[in-house]
């Protein structure tokens, strides 16, 4: 009964910048880690962000540090994915996730709640 929706997608120039929030419901969050992912037009699912549980500690892919931001509000339920200086090659289907269990908060194979997604394309 876990569920996330992804909000905040657009269409921006490049040079842009564009806020992605991820409302969750079905449990609280405030145990669990949470991630953003994201997929390109023939490409696989891959990592951006994550974030633990406290929202003291966060990871980042090599592509988005410096430039991407998520945070949290276990308040809310809800995780935020700052993107600024976005280029064309950021286009993709962003999802937000979370894991099963509490206390972990590894890769790509422990997020097993998914978001549908939203869209976010950088124009030239």
């Known amino acids: 009964q876990v569920q996330l929706v992804e909000s905040g997608g657009g269409l921006v120039q490049t040079g842009g910048s564009l806020r992605l929030s991820c409302a969750g419901s079905g449990r609280s969050f405030s145990d669990y880690a949470m991630g953003w992912f994201r997929q390109a037009p023939g490409k696989e699912r891959e990592f951006v962000a994550n974030?633990?549980?406290?929202?003291?500690?966060?990871r980042y892919s090599d592509s988005v540090r410096g430039r991407f931001t998520i945070s949290r509000d276990n308040a809310k339920n809800a995780v935020y994915l700052q993107m600024n200086s976005l280029r064309p090659e950021v286009t993709a289907v962003y999802y937000c996730a979370t894991v099963l269990h509490s206390g972990v908060w590894g890769p790509l194979e422990v997020y097993v709640y998914w978001g549908q997604g939203t869209q976010v394309t950088v124009s030239p």
């Open positions: 974030m633990n549980w406290s929202g003291d500690r966060a």
